[in-house]
T-cell receptor, first 116, second 111 residues
Framework: NAGVTQTPKFQVLKTGQSMTLQCAQDMNHNSMYWYRQDPGMGLRLIYYSASEGTTDKGEVPNGYNVSRLNKREFSLRLESAAPSQTSVYFC???????????????FGQGTRLTVV | QKEVEQNSGPLSVPEGAIASLNCTYSDRGSQSFFWYRQYSGKSPELIMSIYSNGDKEDGRFTAQLNKASQYVSLLIRDSQPSDSATYLCAVKHTNAGKSTFGDGTTLTVKP
């Protein structure tokens, strides 16, 4: 099915471990994003990629790195996980939609990460 | 002051009533405004966007924008229990830039 696919859906890490969250979209979108969502809060932008080969920091980039591997894939890496990184992570992509402009209209199903 | 603020919830309305969700933003240069619906445990889904002052209607949903007052709202007419969700307001400074989200307002529609 077309859309944004994130893996894994759930993950438990120990403090100090590293991991990479994978995201792929098959809609040929240029822009991709990584957000985190803490309980009772909205989405906070970690990193985004306006196009293949470019990445930029968002609101909360500390402790994370990203790679825009190609136009389809945008991965998020936690080098040394901390309990403060326990959250739900969403990947999104965007295009210019008729009547909507350029917006993050397509979200993955989320990754629920717990760091103990 | 947060860049995007939404009225604190939770908001509860009876079935068939009008639900009113409000959002204010601090960046006067913001260009694009969006409403997302997020069911519990699910990812956000885009339901409305608005770019010009005034009202924009889509079915039971109406988005209202007042740039002078830096205010955007979402009205849901004939509210249904299936509308029970958290509604996120998002704002873009430019049409091609990244969005800033509010913390969301949780709406419960009671049968």
């Amino acid at each position: 099915n077309a859309g944004v696919t994130q893996t894994p859906k759930f993950q438990v890490l120990k403090t100090g471990q590293s991991m990479t969250l994978q995201c792929a979209q098959d809609m040929n979108h240029n822009s991709m994003y990584w957000y985190r969502q803490d309980p009772g809060m909205g989405l906070r932008l970690i990193y985004y990629s306006a196009s293949e080969g470019t990445t930029d920091k968002g609101e909360v980039p500390n402790g994370y790195n990203v790679s825009r591997l190609n136009k389809r894939e945008f991965s998020l890496r936690l080098e040394s996980a901390a309990p403060s990184q326990t959250s739900v992570y969403f990947c999104a992509s965007s295009e210019i939609l008729t009547g909507h402009g350029n917006t993050e209209a397509f979200f993955g199903q989320g990754t629920r990460l717990t760091v103990v | 002051q947060k860049e995007v603020e939404q009225n604190s919830g939770p908001l509860s309305v009876p079935e068939g009533a009008i639900a009113s969700l409000n959002c204010t933003y601090s960046d006067r240069g913001s260009q694009s405004f969006f409403w997302y619906r997020q069911y519990s445990g699910k990812s956000p889904e885009l339901i409305m966007s608005i770019y010009s002052n005034g009202d924009k209607e889509d079915g039971r949903f109406t988005a209202q924008l007042n740039k002078a007052s830096q205010y955007v709202s979402l009205l849901i007419r004939d509210s249904q229990p299936s509308d029970s969700a958290t509604y996120l307001c998002a704002v873009k400074h430019t049409n091609a830039g990244k969005s800033t989200f509010g913390d969301g307002t949780t709406l419960t529609v009671k049968p």
